[in-house]
């Protein structure tokens, strides 16, 4: 599916849902990319997931502000890749950073610098350790197998409504 057909599929999804979170939140390795960004060399040229950049793009039309936590220990070859795919500027923020904190130092930047609540937050991980202590910050929380799809965003945003339900958002 070509990468305007995922942003169209995504608009549809997102138009679909009357509640819509104010932040979506990603992780890099294993999320918007299939590889460990310590495993590669800033020289080489990066790829995502196939759907990542439509639905980047999808959210970014929409409205809804997008931004990064990861705890790669090579930042510089992640922002470096970020740039090259041309998608580094759709981010309000990037917490890029070694961590044993399980993602929760990043969210408190993330929170510091956008003023976004947590429960307004949508957030996407591979690993399940991630989720666990974030959704315990009150963000919704996705657990990806294959890096961020189409599939995984409507789970996101379908359970971010329930949560946003039961909660009173």
Known sequence: MGESRVKDEALQIIGLCQVLPRLVVFDLDYTLWPFYCECRSKREMPSLYPHSEGILYALKEKGIDMAIASRSPTPDIAKTFLDKLGIKSMFVAQEIFSSWSHKTEHFQRIHRRTGVPFNSMLFFDDEDRNIDSVSKMG??????????NLGALRQGLTKFSQNSASSGI
């Open 139 to 148: 963000a919704t929380s996705i657990l990806v197998e294959n890096g961020v």
